[in-house]
């Protein structure tokens, strides 16, 4: 059983913004291994499937960034899915835009989606992809960039970045998840 979340703040105003882009793979995620993200519990939008005789659960968490872990904490409670098998998706001020890193623990780094998360699974060691949106230029304040969408030429480069980061997850469906950071930290 393998629990797959990506971050990001609902409505239709966040839609493609740099925050989202957790939800942005997971759309992609869902369209892919044709899970329908059809289901409204846990605080979040989610859908079950099996792949390759795995049960996956993909989620969006509903409650905005910063409470994201009540979200994973509700639905890892209510199917009892392990710490071990969390793989969360977010945005990353310190990496470029169009990369990404995936680790298997680690700390907030400053991220309210990973911190709320942190304070709600009790633990650090969960598996993560960090997607990087760059830091903001010529003084722009975090909260405006990251709420803010992607130049043309760096959303072409998010579309390449959101199919790299399902080819990772799908590929943690039958590989160790060292074994798909080997592969994809490059």
């Known amino acids: 059983m393998k629990l797959i979340v990506g971050l990001g703040n609902p409505g239709k105003q966040y839609d493609k913004t740099r925050h989202n882009i957790g939800f ?10 044709s899970i329908p993200l059809d ?5 979040g939008l989610f859908g079950m499937g099996h792949v390759k005789g795995e049960k996956v659960f993909l989620l969006k968490p509903l409650t905005y960034m910063n409470l994201s872990g009540e979200s994973i904490r509700a639905i890892m409670d209510f199917y009892q899915i392990d710490l071990e098998d969390l793989l969360v998706i977010y945005d990353d001020l310190d990496l470029p835009v169009g ?7 680690g700390s907030a ?11 709600h699974v009790g633990s650090q060691e969960f598996k993560r ?25 760096e ?12 080819n990772a997850c799908e ?3 039958e590989k160790p ?8 930290n490059q």
């Open 24 to 33: 942005d793979v997971i759309d992609d995620m869902s369209n892919r291994l």
């Open 39 to 43: 289901q409204a519990k846990f605080k």
């Open 99 to 105: 990369k990404i890193r995936l680790r298997q623990k």
């Open 109 to 119: 780094g400053g991220h309210n989606g990973i911190k709320s998360t942190i304070a």
């Open 129 to 153: 992809i960090r997607v990087g949106v760059d830091r903001p230029q010529n003084g722009m304040k975090v909260p405006d960039y990251v709420l803010g969408r992607f130049t043309k030429e």
């Open 155 to 166: 959303q072409e480069a998010m579309n390449e970045v959101i199919i790299k980061c399902t």
């Open 171 to 173: 590929q943690w469906l």
């Open 177 to 184: 998840f060292l074994q798909v950071m080997n592969d994809f």
